[in-house]
């Protein structure tokens, strides 16, 4: 398998880029082997890097999270202290305890929903000081390893792993310098109605078949049919509910219904049958899923803060994303609340997007395909949306969830559809692909389906415009928004490269040319004797606190008629951490 090579020099600047490009064509084959060359180098680039945390968490919830975070793309952890969401009195944390909440993707009943949280609690001696807490994720083998470390007592030492082959977890804990008790208190959530406060599903929890672990299921309510089911088995030779220099293991599987009709009896078939004999090979599977994945590509680059927060994107990525019918939504897989915020779905204007853009230059591209079936199930729903406003083709709201849920609420947007275009526009364009061509088409020709009827040609000008399109969500009757016009841009000029790959809808070639070649350009303004983008063309001139400024720049990427004005746009903008950032015009 060959492997490319770049590397440029500029002003001391030395980029060392290497893709197996190989696995391009092969998408879905993560984890495939990769040449030798490539496993020891990106061996070597990314074992360097760390996420560290020299205490724990706190759990912010709902809008955010704050957590060390495990996965595999299907399930996932976060741990952290127990949570103070916002709005609720303070109250005081107990040292020594640690939050594990546990999720899978397909856990969706209006929004996402957990699977069910254990809270351990170490009584560590209330004379001595406080322990501390000290952890680290290795993102090349994807093991976070901590301590709870008491001045003059007993320390607990944690390793913690998601297998990324099988639906497991395993954590092994010790104690140092004495015996510590703990606890293990398990909830599973009770499904309750906002406004009812009624009840309903199954929140189911035992004792494990054979008396050594725990038991949790959950059902959500009837129209979704989601539940999912947890069990836990400790294995190891020392004491139940006493930690000393015996190593304990805490083995949990999780299996769903969505995945599993009798996901409630296999998965704890499953945990009975586990053997600590079987762990070093389960762990040997789980390394080189992780080793494969990051011999698909490496970067170096001098800068070692930002070439860490590259590598904690894609780990973070390939942690929650590989499921193509449930990706995560705006928090990703984990959440320290069983209400996230926006209900953890798809936010179409930019949000859901934005975090699927690395992907695919670093060669992972079967986790950036990932993004694309909610907005293809989600068609039928689109179509009904154009209708009511008595256009054809598709339009879509500002939220959806999985399997063609949600949505409802544009906000006014009409350009939502267009902007979920903006990944399949960059996977068609790393690979060219007949066959992926095939699959989204139909979602292209319905998006200029739309724009062609919803747009309108100015003969006098001889430009087409866009009228009442917030730029911002309820922003008002806003006239060609330079978002939209650069998303129409893309969609047109990317529908009439795949109707050319695939023979198709020839006849309408010309009107898309006509379109991409008279398609209003985008406004600016003066502002302190340099010239910038506005926003609109008349309508909203800025938006402070966002970047909708420069969307059009990237993600959309095309037709920038004035290149000098994107760095101006950029400066005045001053967004990040109020520096003035210097681009090359």
């Given at each position: 398998?060959?492997?490319?090579?770049?590397?440029?020099?500029?002003?001391?600047?030395?980029?060392?880029?290497?893709?197996?490009?190989?696995?391009?064509?092969?998408?879905?084959?993560?984890?495939?082997?990769?040449?030798?060359?490539?496993?020891?180098?990106?061996?070597?680039?990314?074992?360097?890097?760390?996420?560290?945390f020299t205490r724990m968490p706190v759990g912010l919830a709902p809008y955010s999270t704050d957590a060390i975070l495990l996965g595999n793309g299907d399930i996932a952890m976060s741990i952290s202290a127990t949570p103070q969401e916002k709005g609720s009195s303070p109250k005081k944390r107990e040292s020594g305890s640690i939050r594990f909440w546990f999720h899978k993707n397909d856990m969706w009943s209006g929004g996402a929903r957990s699977v069910a949280l254990i809270d351990a609690a170490f009584s560590f001696d209330p004379a001595k000081p406080d322990p501390k807490c000290s952890a680290?994720?290795?993102?090349?083998?994807?093991?976070?390893?901590?301590?709870?470390?008491?001045?003059?007592?007993?320390?607990?030492?944690?390793?913690?792993?998601?297998?990324?082959?099988?639906?497991?977890?395993?954590?092994?804990?010790?104690?140092?310098?004495?015996?510590?008790p703990y606890t293990l208190q398990p909830q599973v959530m009770k499904e309750v109605n906002r406004r009812t406060k009624a009840e309903s599903g199954v929140a189911e929890v035992r004792d494990l078949k054979g008396g050594d672990g725990i038991y949790l299921r959950r059902e959500l309510d009837q129209e979704t049919q989601a539940a999912a089911c947890l069990c836990l088995r400790q294995l190891g030779p020392g004491k139940r509910g006493e930690l000393d220099q015996n190593r304990q293991v805490f083995v949990i599987a999780i299996d769903s219904r969505a995945k599993n009709p009798n996901y409630?009896?296999?998965?704890?078939?499953?945990?009975?049958?586990?053997?600590?004999?079987?762990?070093?090979?389960?762990?040997?599977?789980?390394?080189?899923?992780?080793?494969?994945?990051?011999?698909?590509?490496?970067?170096?680059?001098?800068?070692?803060?930002?070439?860490?927060?590259?590598?904690?994107?894609?780990?973070?990525?390939?942690?929650?994303?590989?499921?193509?019918?449930?990706?995560?939504?705006?928090?990703?897989?984990?959440?320290?609340?069983?209400?996230?915020?926006?209900?953890?779905?798809?936010?179409?204007?930019?949000?859901?997007?934005?975090?699927?853009?690395?992907?695919?230059?670093?060669?992972?591209?079967?986790?950036?395909?990932?993004?694309?079936?909610?907005?293809?199930?989600?068609?039928?729903?689109?179509?009904?949306?154009?209708?009511?406003?008595?256009?054809?083709?598709?339009?879509?709201?500002?939220?959806?969830?999985?399997?063609?849920?949600?949505?409802?609420?544009?906000?006014?947007?009409?350009?939502?559809?267009?902007?979920?275009?903006?990944?399949?526009?960059?996977?068609?364009?790393?690979?060219?692909?007949?066959?992926?061509?095939?699959?989204?088409?139909?979602?292209?020709?319905?998006?200029?389906?739309?724009?062609?009827?919803?747009?309108?040609?100015?003969?006098?000008?001889?430009?087409?415009?866009?009228?009442?399109?917030?730029?911002?969500?309820?922003?008002?009757?806003?006239?060609?928004?330079?978002?939209?016009?650069?998303?129409?841009?893309?969609?047109?000029?990317?529908?009439?490269?795949?109707?050319?790959?695939?023979?198709?809808?020839?006849?309408?070639?010309?009107?898309?040319?006509?379109?991409?070649?008279?398609?209003?350009?985008?406004?600016?303004?003066?502002?302190?004797?340099?010239?910038?983008?506005?926003?609109?063309?008349?309508?909203?001139?800025?938006?402070?606190?966002?970047?909708?400024?420069?969307?059009?720049?990237?993600?959309?990427?095309?037709?920038?008629?004035?290149?000098?004005?994107?760095?101006?746009?950029?400066?005045?903008?001053?967004?990040?951490?109020?520096?003035?950032?210097?681009?090359?015009?």
């Amino acid at each position: 398998m060959k492997g490319t090579r770049q590397a440029s020099k500029k002003a001391g600047l030395s980029i060392t880029v290497r893709a197996a490009v190989g696995l391009i064509l092969l998408g879905p084959a993560l984890g495939a082997p990769a040449e030798n060359g490539l496993l020891a180098e990106s061996r070597r680039i990314v074992s360097q890097h760390k996420a560290v945390f020299t205490r724990m968490p706190v759990g912010l919830a709902p809008y955010s999270t704050d957590a060390i975070l495990l996965g595999n793309g299907d399930i996932a952890m976060s741990i952290s202290a127990t949570p103070q969401e916002k709005g609720s009195s303070p109250k005081k944390r107990e040292s020594g305890s640690i939050r594990f909440w546990f999720h899978k993707n397909d856990m969706w009943s209006g929004g996402a929903r957990s699977v069910a949280l254990i809270d351990a609690a170490f009584s560590f001696d209330p004379a001595k000081p406080d322990p501390k807490c000290s952890a680290e994720t290795d993102l090349y083998t994807a093991v976070t390893s901590g301590t709870l470390a008491q001045a003059g007592g007993v320390s607990v030492r944690f390793r913690i792993w998601v297998s990324a082959v099988a639906n497991m977890i395993f954590m092994e804990f010790v104690a140092e310098n004495g015996m510590i008790p703990y606890t293990l208190q398990p909830q599973v959530m009770k499904e309750v109605n906002r406004r009812t406060k009624a009840e309903s599903g199954v929140a189911e929890v035992r004792d494990l078949k054979g008396g050594d672990g725990i038991y949790l299921r959950r059902e959500l309510d009837q129209e979704t049919q989601a539940a999912a089911c947890l069990c836990l088995r400790q294995l190891g030779p020392g004491k139940r509910g006493e930690l000393d220099q015996n190593r304990q293991v805490f083995v949990i599987a999780i299996d769903s219904r969505a995945k599993n009709p009798n996901y409630a009896v296999d998965v704890e078939r499953k945990i009975t049958a586990f053997d600590l004999a079987d762990m070093p090979a389960a762990f040997e599977a789980h390394q080189q899923w992780w080793a494969g994945f990051w011999a698909e590509s490496y970067v170096e680059i001098p800068d070692k803060v930002i070439e860490r927060q590259y590598y904690l994107a894609n780990y973070i990525f390939a942690s929650c994303c590989r499921d193509k019918d449930y990706p995560p939504g705006i928090l990703g897989s984990w959440f320290c609340t069983d209400r996230p915020g926006w209900g953890n779905d798809y936010h179409l204007n930019y949000n859901y997007q934005a975090g699927f853009y690395s992907l695919y230059a670093s060669n992972h591209v079967a986790l950036g395909e990932v993004q694309d079936q909610p907005l293809l199930d989600f068609m039928p729903s689109a179509r009904k949306l154009a209708a009511k406003i008595n256009m054809p083709g598709i339009l879509y709201p500002v939220g959806i969830t999985p399997k063609g849920h949600g949505g409802g609420n544009t906000f006014n947007q009409k350009s939502n559809g267009a902007y979920g275009a903006v990944n399949m526009i960059f996977r068609w364009k790393i690979t060219y692909e007949p066959a992926y061509a095939k699959k989204v088409y139909p979602y292209f020709k319905e998006l200029t389906a739309f724009w062609e009827a919803y747009m309108t040609f100015e003969k006098d000008k001889d430009r087409y415009v866009i009228a009442n399109d917030s730029i911002q969500e309820q922003s008002g009757d806003d006239f060609n928004p330079i978002v939209s016009l650069a998303l129409v841009r893309a969609v047109f000029g990317t529908a009439l490269e795949m109707s050319a790959t695939l023979g198709v809808d020839q006849d309408q070639r010309d009107k898309r040319h006509h379109i991409l070649s008279h398609l209003s350009k985008y406004a600016t303004r003066e502002v302190a004797g340099k010239t910038i983008f506005r926003y609109t063309e008349t309508g909203t001139e800025y938006w402070k606190g966002n970047t909708l400024g420069i969307q059009h720049i990237y993600p959309a990427k095309p037709g920038i008629e004035k290149v000098a004005t994107i760095p101006n746009t950029v400066n005045l903008m001053k967004l990040w951490d109020g520096q003035i950032i210097t681009l090359e015009s």
